[in-house]
């Protein structure tokens, strides 16, 4: 599990320069430490076997309820015992302090009936069984439990009897205090023993403790056992309850930062025709508010963890692209996210001076991991300038500007007098998502300059104008079809011809002011090529854009990155493909992820199997998806602003509507948004008009 970490050292620098050699290895790919941007995990002392359904892998999530309000996190199969299996358990700050928790009602366990999530911080689950020998078929105890990320959990019987019964509850208590990476690598360690402790039990390591209070406390507590045990009475229709509180000794209470009255998110409400829209908007919100994080240093600045439970701590490209898809719901988290990784940005001499670092991240088969730290670095002056137009105060701007000269500063730097900025690595090809990335940057880059009256824009807009030039005419590859834009450019300049779900960034131009969007990369027809291939059957599998075509070689469903629906790109394509003009395609994704959205009970994943939808089908999960993952969550947000086409620029006093006029979910209306510092709420008709509904005092609607 991520957690904050100190500027980068030497070594990290180094780290970020060196890279896999290319062309890269025909087997491609890396071990799920490079695969998902964490460090290599240190070997085991002695070999320990893998635990049930954890075989040369990491142990699948997509059938676990996780319950996210960090630091806290809570995972469960749906049976709702913990078993001390796999990733079950409750945890703090990456440890796991509670494995096992096992209730038996007279001397047996629940049969499961039920399990739901009840939040994203929480979840139910509900058991019956016979008590009395003569009940016949029918439970006549119903057990109940709400078990919450904060380390709570608190069991109610129910005696649906007509008579009294005398029910006594065991719940059996273990840990192994193991953190999250041995527990993936299959190396948790044994359980611990425990003592009596304060109406309950603690365990005890050299490097931490934990324990669980009970209230009411219990009537025996059995260290030896792990056991604690009560005695109800209850009467026809009587209830008894027992609340669990799970501790880190010497830990305060948790307090999630989405929880607090000072959440950096406003609380937007989706109604309209399709009443999806409603749960999907308000899933999306549960979620972005359990991954914030507090900046440990500075308090006051919140930032989004990338996913639960593999990335819980900083992922600097993740956060800025969340935060970015979230400015309608206010820029706090985006003020926040900036401040927090400006204070990560690399200083002093060097080539790497003014980058934001952040670890590698696989691409496929076809090409070498990639650096995310090029990607944040490119991020954070779009973000700024964007949220800026959204209504970012000028005051913070500018003291954000600085870090952001010095992320532009790094790009000329780093490209010096040649076109397109490739990898950091020696002989790194030139990816045309990073030329994206950059092109938006220099363009919305050098309006920030301008608009604070500081110098630079005019190069940047020069370097800009020759990259278009090129890009158009070296990265395109005509073909029978129509042609595609290369993936990359090798460093001999040979185009990698796969069509993959990167090729979104080439849409993604960039707010400028007045409502207008940066030129792109593309030209018109080319533009126009690249929609109807996204919009066709080897990219779109009918629940959302798949990451490598289906007929490109190498393709795999459940390819993380070569195959898998990768939803905060299908959530670009069709926000980009929407602000283009073509809608028909732009409607044929939306309406697909909204599909898959539902499967998913309106909690996106970061990625789900790329099959073909067909009638009667649904999307298959991927198992080592995270869920919830802010982008995923993020992109609900962007879906449905989308559709209203908000187009702000607060600094000119205005806002532009383009919504989709298509219209393709019909009615939708949005409230609770943020538009300069002040609610905004925007409906769109079932003709695809849009018509504001509130608006701050002054903000007038542009043609």
């Known amino acids: 599990m991520h957690q904050p970490s100190p500027p980068p050292t030497a070594t990290d620098n180094r780290r970020l320069r060196d890279g896999p050699p290319w062309p890269p290895p025909a087997q491609g790919g890396q071990g799920p430490e490079r695969q998902r941007g964490r460090a290599p995990r240190p070997t085991p002392a002695r070999p320990v076997p893998p635990g049930p359904g954890h075989v040369g892998g990491l142990p699948p999530t997509h059938t ?54 009840t939040g994203a911080d929480s979840a139910r689950f509900v058991g019956t069984l016979r008590a009395s020998p003569a009940a016949g078929p029918d439970p006549d105890v119903v057990v109940e439990r709400i078990r919450h990320a904060d380390g709570t959990e608190r069991i109610t019987l129910r005696n649906c009897a007509p008579h009294p019964l005398r029910l006594p ?28 402790h304060d109406a309950g039990l603690r365990w005890t390591t050299p490097t931490g403790n934990a324990s669980v209070t009970a209230d009411p406390p219990p009537c025996d507590a059995l260290a030896s056992a792990g056991l604690l045990r009560w005695e109800f009475e209850l009467p026809p229709g009587g209830t008894a309850s027992v609340e669990l509180r799970v501790r880190q000794d010497g830990a305060s209470p948790l307090r999630a930062v989405g929880r607090a009255a000072t959440s950096p998110l406003a609380p937007v409400r989706a109604t309209g025709d399709d009443p999806r829209v409603t749960a999907l908007l308000r899933a999306s919100i549960d979620d972005l508010q359990a991954l914030l994080l507090r900046d440990p240093a500075h308090p006051s600045d919140c930032y989004l963890a990338a996913g639960a439970p593999w990335r819980c701590g900083p992922a600097p490209a993740e956060a800025l692209a969340a935060a970015r898809m979230t400015l309608p719901l206010g820029t706090r988290l985006a003020a926040g996210t900036l401040r927090t990784l400006a204070r990560t940005q690399l200083r002093g001499p060097g080539p790497l001076t003014g980058m934001i670092p952040g670890p590698r991240r696989d691409a496929g088969a076809h090409l070498p991991p990639g650096c995310t730290g090029t990607e944040a670095t490119l991020l954070f002056p779009v973000l700024l300038a964007e949220a800026r137009r959204w209504g970012l105060p000028e005051q913070e701007t500018r003291e954000l500007l600085p870090a952001a000269e010095r992320c532009l500063t790094w790009l000329r730097t780093t490209v010096g007098d040649r076109t397109y900025l490739r990898d950091p690595q020696p002989g790194g090809p030139a990816r045309a998502e990073t030329q994206a990335h950059a092109h938006r940057a220099a363009l ?13 824009s005019a190069g940047l807009r ?57 030129e792109g990369l593309l030209d018109r027809v080319q533009t126009e090529q690249l929609a109807r291939l996204l919009g066709g059957p080897a990219m779109d599998s009918g629940w959302g854009l798949r990451g490598l075509g289906a007929k490109e070689p190498g393709h795999s469903p459940f390819g993380h990155r070569s195959g898998a629906v ?19 395609e732009a409607g044929g994704l939306l309406r697909g992820l909204l599909a898959a959205a539902e ?58 509507l383009r919504p989709v006029h298509s219209a393709p979910l019909g009615e939708l209306g949005l409230t609770g948004l943020r538009v300069a510092g002040a609610p905004f709420a925007v409906r769109v008709s079932r003709l695809g008009l849009a018509m504001v509904e509130e608006a701050a005092d002054g903000l007038q609607l542009r043609a």
Not at 444 to 456: I, K, N, S
Request: net charge negative.
């Open 64 to 117: 676990a309820l996780i319950c996210v309000a960090l630091p806290g996190l809570a995972i469960s199969t749906e049976h709702g015992q913990l078993t001390g299996q796999g990733l079950e358990g409750f945890y703090r700050a990456g440890r796991r302090l509670l494995a096992r928790c096992q209730v038996r009602v007279a001397g047996r366990e629940p049969l499961a009936v039920q399990a739901r999530m």
């Open 169 to 196: 509850l065991e719940v059996s208590l273990g840990t192994d205090l193991a953190d999250l990476g041995a527990i993936a690598s299959g190396t948790p360690g044994p359980e611990l023993p425990a003592s009596v």
């Open 444 to 456: 919305l880059g050098a309006d920030l300059l301008d608009a604070c009256g500081r110098p630079g």
């Open 462 to 518: 020069e370097w800009a104008a020759g990259l278009r030039t090129a890009f158009r005419r070296e990265f395109w590859v005509d073909d029978r079809g129509g042609g595609r834009p290369a993936a990359a450019l090798t460093p001999d300049g040979q185009p990698l011809t796969h069509l993959g779900s990167t090729a979104v960034h080439l849409l993604d131009t960039g707010l400028l002011g007045a409502g207008e969007l940066a």
């Open 566 to 584: 990768r939803v905060q790109e299908t959530a670009l394509a069709v926000a980009w493909l929407a602000a283009a003009g073509y809608e028909k």
């Open 599 to 656: 499967h998913f009970g309106h909690r996106l994943p970061e990625m789900f199997a790329g099959e073909q939808r067909f009638e009667g089908s649904a999307p298959l999960p991927h198992p080592a998806a995270c869920r919830p993952a802010a982008t995923a969550a993020a992109a609900g947000v962007l879906l449905l602003t989308t559709l209203a086409g908000i187009h702000p620029d607060a600094p000119a006093g205005t806002v532009t």
